[in-house]
Every structure is written in structure tokens, then in C-alpha cells.
Nanobody
């Protein structure tokens, strides 16, 4: 069972930046297709960024040009650099494999709040 520990969230003003990290347990990390998801209060969880099986990246239209997903296989870690943050980016952010299947568990997430 893969364990996921997200960190790096916080309170930031509109236009600010944050870098999220996700530490992933297990010896097969480098073969996982990973993604970042978020869930705003009262809304369904949505995918915001992910790698493809070919190592390229895909982004939701709402974050394209502002967010960048990256990974360090030596550290079993996935990152999400978030720039020019907007109030609508406020959510709990999670990382997980893509696609997520029913047997996959979620980490505790990290809260991102964008507010002046």
C-alpha cells in the first residue's frame, strides 16, 4: 500500500506562490504516473495536474500557465509549484497516482488558502 504525505500548504495572498511536496512510500515510485488533485469546500475533488505515461505533463485549464508539476525519483517526491495564486485556488491539495482506483488510499492533504 502506497503512503502519501503532502506538505507545503498555507495562507497566501492573491498573486503569491507556494510549492507543495508529496512524499510517496514504496519502491515502485518511479513507474507511477502521479498527479495533484484538489478539493474545495463543498465541491468534488478534481485533478489539477498530472504526468502522462510518457513523462509529459497535463494541466487543468484553470491552472495552466500558473502551476507546474515535477518529480524527483531519487527522493520519491512529487512537487507542485503554484504561482499567481487566486482565491479560487483555495482547497485541500492531494497527490495520488493517476488514475486513482478504488483500492488506492489518500493522504491527509495540505490546505491552501488564498486570501487577502
Amino acid at each position: 500500500q502506497v503512503q502519501l504525505v503532502e506538505s507545503g500548504g498555507g495562507l497566501v495572498q492573491p498573486g503569491g506562490s507556494l510549492r507543495l511536496s508529496c512524499a510517496v512510500s514504496g519502491t515502485f515510485f518511479r513507474i507511477y504516473v502521479m498527479g495533484w488533485y484538489r478539493q474545495a469546500h463543498g465541491k468534488q475533488r478534481e485533478l489539477v495536474a498530472r504526468f502522462t505515461s510518457g513523462g509529459k505533463t497535463n494541466y487543468a485549464d484553470s491552472v495552466k500557465g500558473r502551476f507546474t508539476i515535477s518529480r524527483d525519483n531519487a527522493k520519491n517526491t512529487v512537487y507542485l509549484q503554484m504561482n499567481n495564486l487566486k482565491p479560487e485556488d483555495t482547497a485541500v491539495y492531494y497527490c495520488n497516482k493517476f488514475p486513482v482506483v478504488s483500492r488506492d488510499s489518500w493522504g491527509q492533504g495540505t490546505q491552501v488558502t488564498v486570501s487577502s
